[in-house]
T-cell receptor
Framework: SQQGEEDPQALSIQEGENATMNCSYK?????LQWYRQNSGRGLVHLIL?????REKHSGRLRVTLDTSKKSSSLLITASRAADTASYFC?????????????FGSGTRLQVQP | GAGVSQTPSNKVTEKGKYVELRCDPI?????LYWYRQSLGQGPEFLIY????????DSGLPNDRFFAVRPEGSVSTLKIQRTERGDSAVYLC???????????????FGPGTRLTVL
């Protein structure tokens, strides 16, 4: 079963605009990660935020985490056509003996050139 | 260095047949994971290996699914008596083990697209 839900399910923007994707999850977590997937194949890790962190930046990416609301957001600034992909949040549980990630259903981002 | 590789990239089989999917993790990664992804969904966890042993197989849907990692490197996911509902992309990932059990990113392979006719 999916742990999280991404919102929106699909997003279409123009190159240069910012894209914001949201993720909600259900259980207490140890960390939350965002991944990108092109063409329905392998996922690429983007950023990891720990449960005791509130915000993290990496290049054009900004991630926030609100554990009280069990939600996270991913902001991509100054989007490019190459950012077109599906984006997934994935949570790692408090029980570190269980290292599996639980993924949401993803946001499909289309950046129009 | 080389990333995670998976073979075959595509597999078409008939209902009731047996299939094996192979994963070659990144050298030195002791942790290996199998996920299954259906169309329009996120990956769903199947099984996790730490070294040669399956540390968590709670995601395997039933006893038709089995995975091995005999030498702590390459892993094979085996599906017996395949059903049409098994059609999906099977993803393998590997990682180092985080310090003190802390979170760690996973590196994914390109996946094997399994189609059961």
């Amino acid at each position: 079963s999916q742990q999280g839900e991404e919102d929106p399910q699909a997003l279409s923007i123009q190159e240069g605009e910012n894209a914001t994707m949201n993720c909600s999850y259900k259980t207490s977590i140890n960390n939350l990660q965002w991944y990108r997937q092109n063409s329905g194949r392998g996922l690429v890790h983007l950023i990891l935020i720990r449960s005791n962190e509130r915000e993290k930046h990496s290049g054009r990416l900004r991630v926030t985490l609100d554990t009280s609301k069990k939600s996270s957001s991913l902001l991509i600034t100054a989007s490019r056509a190459a950012d077109t992909a599906s984006y997934f949040c994935a949570t790692g549980l408090m029980d570190t003996g269980r290292r599996a990630l639980t993924f949401g259903s993803g946001t499909r981002l289309q950046v129009q050139p | 260095g080389a990333g995670v590789s998976q073979t075959p990239s595509n597999k078409v089989t008939e209902k009731g047949k047996y299939v094996e999917l192979r994963c070659d993790p990144i050298s030195g990664h002791t942790a290996l994971y199998w996920y299954r992804q259906s169309l329009g969904q996120g990956p769903e966890f199947l099984i996790y290996f730490q070294g040669t042993g399956a540390a968590d197989d709670s995601g395997l849907p039933n006893d038709r699914f089995f995975a091995v990692r005999p030498e702590g490197s390459v892993s094979t996911l085996k599906i017996q008596r395949t059903e049409r509902g098994d059609s999906a992309v099977y993803l393998c990932a590997s990682s180092l083990v985080g310090l003190a059990g802390g979170p760690i990113e996973q590196f994914f392979g390109p996946g094997t697209r399994l189609t059961v006719l």
